[in-house]
């Protein structure tokens, strides 16, 4: 059964930092890409970053660029995303999920997320 | 970036009512669009891939068509337990990008 489980949200201020962390299981980890995604209280789903089964392709969103950098460890099935710079409007639940992908192609939309973690950046 | 914008916002609709969202993207996108379904507090949940494949598991009241950049999500007969959120996202090209949202609600 193929789990995705979020850790390392909290409370934190403005400027400072946070890591997110999403362990895997039931499936294998460095074969498929991975994608965070976030979603402010109240507001629709955004797409943060993505990366490859090898880490060779990254991507971000705008308005993480710069800010947000994820990773992965396959060795431990584990995806991450490093939160410097925080901002109040970074406030969310962020939840990771499984891509199928091949480079810069994406072959299906994400199928399996994690129950997510929420995020508060205070002021 | 692509913009993918999707109607209604929000609809009333009452159970046994045949209901349609409607997702538009702002080049074409091929088929490569995803519909989920979002109940408060819970992770998205996918319906359909590649447009109008029907998702493993899910009922077959909900069906998915389109291509390019007009896409449509239809649930024949609306169920108790489809008063939920719905969102469409485009993986064509990064940024991947959603729509903004579908509320359907209890009439």
């Known amino acids: 059964e193929v789990q995705l489980v979020e850790s390392g949200g909290g409370l934190v201020k403005s400027g400072g930092s946070l890591r997110l962390s999403c362990a895997a299981s039931?499936?294998?980890?460095?074969?498929?890409?991975m994608t965070w995604v976030r979603q402010a209280p109240g507001k629709g789903l955004e797409w943060v970053s993505s990366i490859s089964g090898t880490s060779t392709f990254i991507y971000y969103g705008d308005s993480v660029k710069g800010r947000f950098t994820i990773s992965r460890d396959n060795a431990r099935n584990s995806l991450y995303l490093q939160m410097n710079s925080l901002r109040v409007d970074d406030t969310a639940v962020y939840y990771c999920a499984r891509l199928t992908c091949s480079g810069s192609t994406c072959y299906t939309p994400p199928d399996y997320w994690g129950q997510g973690t929420l995020v508060t950046v205070s002021s | 970036d692509i913009q993918m914008t999707q109607s209604p916002s929000s609809l009333s609709a009452s159970v046994g009512d045949r209901v349609t969202i409607t997702c538009r993207a702002s080049q074409d996108i091929r088929n490569d669009l995803g519909w989920y379904q979002q109940k408060p507090g819970k992770a998205p949940n996918r319906l359909i891939y590649?447009?109008?494949s029907l998702q493993s598991g899910v009922p077959s009241r909900f069906s998915g068509s389109g291509s390019g950049t007009e896409f449509t999500l239809t649930i024949s007969s609306l169920q108790p337990e489809d008063f939920a959120t719905y969102y469409c996202?485009?993986?064509?090209?990064?940024?991947?990008?959603f729509g903004g949202g579908t509320k359907v609600e209890v009439k």
């Open positions: 590649a447009a109008s």
């Open positions: 039931g499936f294998t980890f460095s074969s498929y890409s």
């Open positions: 996202l485009q993986h064509n090209t990064y940024p991947l990008t």
